[in-house]
Antibody
Framework: EVQLVESGGGLVQPGGSLRLSCAAS????????MNWVRQAPGKGLEWVSY????????YYADSVKGRFTISRDNAKNSLYLQMNSLRAEDTAVYYC???????????????WGQGTLVTVSS | DIQMTQSPSSLSASVGDRVTITCRAS??????LNWYQQKPGKAPKLLIY???SLQSGVPSRFSGSGSGTDFTLTISSLQPEDFATYYC?????????FGQGTRLEIK
């Protein structure tokens, strides 16, 4: 069974840092591209970042570029999101999501974690 | 960034109704369009990918169509478990964007 379990969320002051983790199991993690997607309270979905299976290709949303860093450790079956210079508008539930591998490029995210809440407030 | 606009933003319907949700892209995205369902407090669920391909395990009452800039998600006969929020997502660009969501409520 595919499982994605996020951790590391919590309350942080504006300007602070937080590192999110996503533990993957039930599939060959090293073969899959991964994403982080967030959802502010009562709001819609916002894609945050993408990383290729090897980690060699990375993309960010403009809203987090220069502040957030995505990474992965395929030996540990783990995905990470280092978040620096946090702002109130970064408050959200953060989901890790697996990129579907169907042979069709960009075929959506087929498995999602349960999410971890990040609250940026003084 | 490519902007995705869904309509309507909310919709009231009854069990058994046929429902259509529209998604428009600010530029052509070919068929790089996915649809998700999200229920309160839960993670999104992929329903349709590549505009019209039904995700494994998703009931056949869900269907998607369109290409270029205009896309639709159709639910042929609403079931009680379908009342949720639906999002379109473009994956044409390296920076993915979602529509603002369509909340489907029980009439």
């Amino acid at each position: 069974e595919v499982q994605l379990v996020e951790s590391g969320g919590g309350l942080v002051q504006p300007g602070g840092s937080l590192r999110l983790s996503c533990a993957a199991s039930g599939f060959t993690f090293s073969s899959y591209e991964m994403n982080w997607v967030r959802q502010a309270p009562g709001k819609g979905l916002e894609w945050v970042s993408y990383i290729s299976s090897s980690g060699s290709t990375i993309y960010y949303a403009d809203s987090v570029k220069g502040r957030f860093t995505i990474s992965r450790d395929n030996a540990k079956n783990s995905l990470y999101l280092q978040m620096n210079s946090l702002r109130a508008e970064d408050t959200a539930v953060y989901y890790c999501a697996r990129q579907q591998d169907t042979g069709i490029a960009a075929a959506g995210q087929d498995y999602w974690g349960q999410g971890t809440l990040v609250t940026v407030s003084s | 960034d490519i902007q995705m606009t869904q309509s309507p933003s909310s919709l009231s319907a009854s069990v058994g109704d046929r429902v259509t949700i529209t998604c428009r892209a600010s530029q052509s995205i070919s068929s790089y369009l996915n649809w998700y369902q999200q229920k309160p407090g839960k993670a999104p669920k992929l329903l349709i990918y590549a505009a019209s391909s039904l995700q494994s395990g998703v009931p056949s009452r869900f269907s998607g169509s369109g290409s270029g800039t205009d896309f639709t998600l159709t639910i042929s006969s609403l079931q009680p478990e379908d009342f949720a929020t639906y999002y379109c997502q473009q994956s044409y660009s390296t920076t993915i964007t979602f529509g603002q969501g369509t909340r489907l409520e029980i009439k």
